[in-house]
Each structure stands twice: as C-alpha cells, then as structure tokens.
C-alpha cells in the first residue's frame, strides 16, 4: 500500500486533483490504493501472463492495468466446461459497470478453474474466444437498462444488435492469469478502466 499512497498524496498535494474538483471519483473501491495479483505458475496448466506477453520464460515480470473494480465468481459445482464458462460470461457482462461500448478486464482464474477448462482441451486463447461470443448483451437489453447504444457515436444498431462485453479476444483485452488458494474454486473478474497497454515488464 505504500507505493499507492505515495502516489495519492503526491497528485492531491502537488497536482491540485481534489475530489470534488479535478478528481471526479465517486465511489471508493480498493484498487484505488492497492490491487495486487502474484500469479500461481505452477499450479497453472498454461503458460504464465509474462510469457504471452513477451518476457522471455524464467524472468520475474510485472503488468499494471488501472482497476475499476473487482467481483467474485464462486463456482464449486459446474459440472463442465461450458457451465463454468456460462458463469464467467455473466459475470464478465454485467450491466452495472458497463461505461464504455466495450472494454477489457482481466479474469483471476482459480488453479480449479483454469484446471477444468484445460482439461476439457480448452488452451486461454480458446477461453478468450468462448467469452467474447458469450459475454455481452443485445441493443435491446442494454437499451432496456438505460445503456443503449443507439444514440451514440457508434450507432444506430438495430434491437438484436449483440454488443460483446469486451473489446476483443486478444491477451491486451482479456488477460488471464491463475491465481488464489486452492481450498475453493473462486475466480475473480478486474474490471479495467478502457483499455491498457497489454505488456508486461521484466522486474531486476
């Protein structure tokens, strides 16, 4: 945490972003001060983050991503892959923080989790592909909670119109990493602010 209060104070202090001015905020969530996910290699079935990535195999490395927020998906009675995948696509395209037509999030994979996908043949780009054409909402249903896309720059779209919760089935898009204790399969979905850079950075 102390990293991230350093940073808070040196904005509010030296930059003039007070809330209520130039700092727009509205509700206070723990990533705004610390959201730190140290992936579990080994108990991963894939090959790590980094590696996807870029950082040659053996290098520790570190990405960063501006987190909106973050929401559980406790599932310890799927029975297959594709019920899992159906619970983390309703996660993944809730309504509630949808903002922009589309965005990214990275989805926190329990070691039971990412175990059961691999071992129904499913590699993360295959993940990334299932969720992109499950995770999302049509016009109507995005129109019919007041989010409709319509009268926007990006529209018109006709009802049945189907918007995809994120933007693309790409690793900058949809990162996935493994991680969390192995006592209860629950993963997680970190919800990102637009998009981010999709790079990792060796640490030395």
Request: proline content about 6%; glycine content about 8%.
């Amino acid at each position: 945490m102390t990293i991230p209060r350093a940073l808070g104070l040196t904005v509010r202090n030296g930059f003039g972003v007070i809330p209520q001015q130039l700092e727009q905020a509205t509700q206070g969530v723990p990533g705004r001060w610390f959201h730190c996910v140290g992936e579990d290699e080994e108990s991963s079935p894939w090959a790590p983050h980094s590696a996807e990535t870029g950082v040659p195999a053996g290098r520790d490395a570190v990405s960063v991503v501006q987190a909106r927020t973050s929401e559980l998906i406790d599932n310890r009675s799927f029975r297959s892959a594709g019920e899992l995948l159906r619970d983390l696509a309703d996660t993944l395209q809730r309504m509630g923080p949808w903002i922009f037509r589309s965005s990214s999030a990275v989805l926190v994979l329990n070691p039971a989790h990412a175990r059961a996908l691999h071992d129904e043949g499913l590699s993360k780009q295959d993940v990334r592909q299932r969720l992109l054409e499950q995770a999302g909402h049509t016009e109507a249903d995005l129109a019919a909670a007041g989010k409709g896309l319509s009268d926007s720059s990006f529209g018109p779209f006709a009802p049945d119109h189907f918007h995809p919760a994120v933007t693309d089935a790409t690793t900058a898009a949809l990162p996935i990493v493994v991680a969390g204790s192995s006592n209860a399969a629950i993963s997680m979905v970190v919800r990102v602010f637009s998009t981010w850079s999709g790079r990792s950075f060796s640490v030395h």
